[in-house]
């Protein structure tokens, strides 16, 4: 990838189209928001793959993420607790429980931070 500096902040094109990115969300995503992004995301796609693996069916996933922030130590990412709604019918706790270990274990951008940002993950079933 390519970043060009702009007026406020950097773009790139990517296969979907341009990406701005700044400190200031008038001129961009802010880079948090990719971070998190990213995370929850990546969580959310090898859940996916996991529950298709596993022959559980689903409707559908949301996922709700929260950000916490050190100001203190140049306002970084110290927690990201990702909620996971999968609207399911048949679905156990248990079932589920296994399936989120599993995505936690196998999702790259997990893994990549989990030395340094706490990642909280629950979930919800709703039928």
Do not use: W
Request: aromatic letters at 8%; hydrophobic letters at 40%.
């Amino acid at each position: 990838m390519i970043f060009k500096m702009q007026e406020v902040g950097f773009r790139t094109e990517t296969e979907y189209g341009e990406l701005q990115v700044a400190g200031n969300s008038d001129f961009g995503f802010r880079p948090y928001q990719l971070m998190t992004a990213s995370i929850a995301v990546c969580s959310g796609g090898v859940m996916r793959t996991i529950l298709d693996k596993k022959r559980i069916a689903y409707e559908d996933i949301t996922i709700q993420a929260e950000v916490e922030r050190n100001e203190k130590e140049a306002n970084r990412i110290t927690k990201i607790a990702l909620h996971f709604i999968i609207r399911a019918r048949g679905v156990t706790r248990e079932q589920m429980e296994k399936v989120m270990h599993l995505t936690a274990k196998n999702c790259s951008m997990v893994q990549s931070v989990k030395d340094s940002i706490e990642i909280v993950e629950t979930f919800e079933i709703i039928e």
